[in-house]
């Protein structure tokens, strides 16, 4: 599937900081450098192993408009289109510092244990970014993987670009835990 590739601005000259606080542990915004104009493909992986069966865990993360609840980032999530459950439904997360994270859902498979999704509009350094999280049964209970695809914009390196990401999906996944118990 090939995604709409939207650039927006992150901070205007002059702005000082760029740090994004979108995990709520102040992760650095990736800094400008010296990077081509080409953007870059990159991918993350992040998981987690819980002692809870898989079905529970899932009920945890189940829901596409109810992040809040799991992930210490994330203060609400605004439904403006679809069910939360159907491709096509597009969520507004906010982070607790105010940011806008616009997504849709690609897929959800309920029989699976897993969704996809990708960012629409966002101020992070990504473009294409196209997530899936999924739930698997392990003998000790389930395993979480959170994963990705995305584009690095220009100006941003490699490295950083994953570190925030990676930062995202670690804060969420390692709050898992104390959520399902």
Same mark, same amino acid.
């Given at each position: 599937?090939? &995604?709409?590739?939207?650039?927006?601005?992150? =901070?205007?000259? #002059?702005? #000082?900081?760029?740090?994004?606080?979108?995990?709520? &542990? =102040?992760?650095?915004?990736?800094?400008? @450098?010296?990077?081509?104009?080409?953007?870059?493909?990159?991918?993350?992986?992040?998981t987690?192993?819980?002692?809870?069966?898989?079905?529970?865990?899932?009920? +945890?993360?189940?829901?596409?408009?109810?992040?809040?609840?799991?992930?210490? /980032?994330?203060?609400? *999530?605004?439904?403006?289109?679809? %069910? #939360?459950?159907?491709?096509?439904?597009?969520? @507004?997360l906010?982070?607790?510092?105010?940011? $806008?994270? *616009?997504?849709?859902?690609?897929?959800?498979?309920? +029989?699976?244990?897993?969704?996809?999704?990708?960012?629409?509009?966002?101020?992070?350094?990504?473009?294409? !970014?196209?997530?899936?999280?999924?739930?698997?049964?392990?003998? /000790? #209970?389930? *395993? @979480?993987?959170?994963?990705?695809?995305?584009?690095?914009? /220009?100006?941003?390196?490699? +490295? %950083?670009? $994953?570190?925030?990401?990676?930062g995202? !999906?670690? /804060? =969420?996944?390692?709050? &898992?835990?104390?959520?399902? $118990?």
């Amino acid at each position: 599937m090939k &995604l709409v590739n939207q650039h927006h601005s992150i =901070g205007q000259a #002059g702005d #000082g900081k760029r740090v994004v606080q979108a995990v709520g &542990l =102040g992760l650095l915004m990736a800094s400008t @450098v010296a990077a081509s104009a080409t953007e870059r493909a990159v991918s993350v992986v992040e998981t987690v192993q819980l002692a809870a069966a898989p079905t529970k865990t899932w009920a +945890a993360i189940k829901d596409f408009t109810t992040w809040q609840a799991w992930h210490p /980032a994330f203060a609400t *999530t605004d439904l403006v289109r679809g %069910d #939360g459950h159907t491709q096509g439904s597009v969520r @507004v997360l906010i982070t607790k510092d105010g940011g $806008k994270f *616009t997504e849709e859902l690609v897929s959800y498979n309920a +029989a699976s244990r897993s969704y996809q999704y990708r960012i629409i509009d966002s101020p992070a350094p990504v473009a294409d !970014y196209v997530s899936t999280i999924e739930v698997k049964e392990t003998q /000790a #209970g389930s *395993t @979480v993987v959170w994963s990705s695809s995305f584009n690095v914009k /220009a100006g941003t390196s490699e +490295a %950083d670009a $994953k570190k925030l990401i990676s930062g995202v !999906y670690r /804060a =969420g996944l390692d709050n &898992l835990a104390s959520v399902v $118990k």
